[in-house]
Structures are given as C-alpha cells and as structure tokens.
Antibody, heavy 118, light 106 residues
Framework: EVQLVESGGGLVKPGSSLKLSCVAS????????MHWIRQAPKKGLEWMALIYYDSSNKYYADSVKGRFNISRDNSKNTLYLEMNSLTSEDTAMYYC???????????WGQGVMVTVSS | DIVLTQSPALAVSPGERVTISCKAS??????MHWYQQKSGQQPKLLIY???NLPSGVPARFSGSGSGTDFTLTIDPVEAADTATYFCQQSWNGPFTFGSGTRLEIK
C-alpha cells in the first residue's frame, strides 16, 4: 500500500524558516518525480514544487521561487521542502504527492499544516 | 501559465447525472486530470489523462474531452459524492489546477 506521511508543520512567525518532510512507502520512491502542493484555508490547490526522481531537475511556482527548496533523499525514501522568509501568504496545508507517468498525482499525503502568524 | 476555469458549485439529487466542466486557456491535449476532495481530506485522483479511471474508482465516474474543453461525469450521483472536484493540467508550464467545483447532493 502506497503511503506518504508528511511532518514538520506548525506555527511560525513571519520571516521564519521551516522544513517539511514526507516519508514514502509502498512503491519504489527513487523511480518517481515528487511534488509539493499547498492549499490555503478554504481555498483551492496550488502547485509548489517538483523534483525529478534523481534530483536532476527542480521546478518551482513563481510565488515561492528563491524562498523554497525541494530536495529528496532516495536512501531514506524521504522528500523535503525547506521554506524560508515565510509570510502569512504561506499559511496553508502542504501536501506531498507522487507523480504518475501522465503527470497526474496518483497518491497524496494527508497533509501538514503550516501557519505563519505573529 | 495555463488557466483552468471551473464553475464554482452545483447541486443535484441522488440518482441524477451530473457533469462538471473544466476549460483550459490553451490546449492541454489530453493531459487533464480530475481529483475529488472531501471535507477535511486530501485530494484523491479520479480520472487521469482525460478519460482513464484509476483502479478502485467506481465506474460511475467518467471523463471526456481534449484540447481545451473537458468534462467529468458522475452517473448516477450518490450522497457520498458530496465533495469539491478539481481539474489539473500537466501539459505545459507549471502544473495548474482549476479553482474547484463544489458538488452538493440535495
């Protein structure tokens, strides 16, 4: 059974940093691209970042480019999202998702909440 | 970026047929996918590449379309289908989602 379990969220002050983790199981993690997607309270889904299966390429949404860094450790089946210079606009539920061959997200984690507030 | 436009909400009765539309600002060929998100849960993949059903998704759900116009159909609708439905494209540029269609079952 595929599982994606996020952790690392919480309440932080504006300007702070935070690092999210997503531990994967039930599939060959090192074979798939992985994504972070977020959802602000009562809002829609916003794609954040993609990392290729071998970390050879990374892509970011304009809203987080230069502030967020996606990485992975295939030996630990773990995906990361390092978030810097956080603002209230970054308050959201953050999901990690596995990308299938067609560019769809066939598995999602349960999400981790990040709240940025003074 | 490709913009995906969805109508905000629909209300139908159990047993009816419902269609949810998603219009792309430019062609995404057939790289359109649909997700169901129930309250308090993560999104779940319903349809991939316009019309393909993942294993475990009931055959009441179907998808169609190509280019810029896509449709998710639920027939017949059940009470458990109360959720928000999102489309997502993976053809060009950053991955983008529609704003979601909230489906209410009367």
């Amino acid at each position: 059974e595929v599982q994606l379990v996020e952790s690392g969220g919480g309440l932080v002050k504006p300007g702070s940093s935070l690092k999210l983790s997503c531990v994967a199981s039930g599939f060959t993690f090192s074979n798939y691209g992985m994504h972070w997607i977020r959802q602000a309270p009562k809002k829609g889904l916003e794609w954040m970042a993609l990392i290729y299966y071998d970390s050879s390429n990374k892509y970011y949404a304009d809203s987080v480019k230069g502030r967020f860094n996606i990485s992975r450790d295939n030996s630990k089946n773990t995906l990361y999202l390092e978030m810097n210079s956080l603002t209230s606009e970054d308050t959201a539920m953050y999901y990690c998702a596995k990308e299938d061959l067609g560019g769809d997200f066939d598995y999602w984690g349960q999400g981790v909440m990040v709240t940025v507030s003074s | 970026d490709i913009v995906l436009t969805q109508s905000p909400a629909l209300a139908v009765s159990p047993g009816e047929r419902v269609t949810i539309s998603c219009k792309a600002s430019e062609s995404v060929i057939r790289r359109m996918h649909w997700y169901q998100q129930k309250s308090g849960q993560q999104p779940k993949l319903l349809i991939y590449k316009a019309s393909n059903l993942p294993s475990g998704v009931p055959a009441r759900f179907s998808g169609s379309g190509s280019g810029t116009d896509f449709t998710l159909t639920i027939d017949p609708v059940e009470a458990a289908d109360t959720a928000t439905y999102f489309c997502q494209q993976s053809w060009n540029g950053p991955f983008t989602f529609g704003s979601g269609t909230r489906l209410e079952i009367k």
